[in-house]
């Protein structure tokens, strides 16, 4: 069984976006600062320092528009063809302009060349439609959620269809 994700020094872009793991420690307090809007969390650090390496089928990733943060997620490897979407936010100043669909397009694309051909996430009670518009659906997940009110979707992915997206978003958004 694979329990960890293939390393992502350069990560994977699309048009002007980028998603890679974070690498200094800007980068980190950006990745806090979202989780910290997204969240709700008012104290502390999302991923703190002693975490963020600590474990192999986990994978901070950081979404880069135009030289900006704008997004992040983390990917948890959950068995040799699953895996998470968790802690998903685009910066509140940035929302509304389609990085979300991206950054969950590029991590499909990462998640699918790792070998993962399902992704599962608990979405945030609100949040559904965004995802059913980027072909979730809702499936039963025993994992229990940080929200009580997150609904559980997941996506069967597959290679074509995943480069497939990126290319259709480039065709929309040229």
């Known amino acids: 069984m694979t329990d960890v994700i293939a390393p992502i020094a350069a990560g ?10 974070p690498a200094s420690a800007a980068d980190w307090a950006a990745v806090d600062r979202m989780q910290r809007q997204s969240l709700r969390t008012r104290t502390g650090s999302a991923y703190p320092v002693e975490a963020r390496h600590a474990d192999p089928a986990r994978q901070v990733l ?7 943060r704008v997004g992040t997620l983390r990917m948890d490897r959950l068995d040799d063809s699953t895996v998470a979407f968790r802690r998903v936010c685009v910066d ?3 929302r509304g302009a389609g990085h979300g669909a991206v950054l969950i397009q590029l991590a499909e694309a990462l998640a699918s060349a790792d070998g993962a051909d399902v992704v599962l996430l608990h979405a945030v009670a609100g949040s559904e439609g965004f995802y059913q518009k980027l072909g979730f659906h809702p ?19 597959s290679p074509v269809a995943a480069v497939s997206q990126c290319l259709e978003y480039r065709r929309i958004h040229g």
């Open 92 to 94: 509140a100043s940035k």
């Open 139 to 157: 499936v039963v997940w025993s994992e229990p959620s940080e929200h009580p009110t997150s609904v559980n979707l997941g996506k069967r992915l």
């Open 62 to 68: 950081l979404l880069w528009y135009r030289g900006e």
């Open 12 to 21: 994977v872009s699309l048009m002007s976006h980028h998603l890679k793991p």
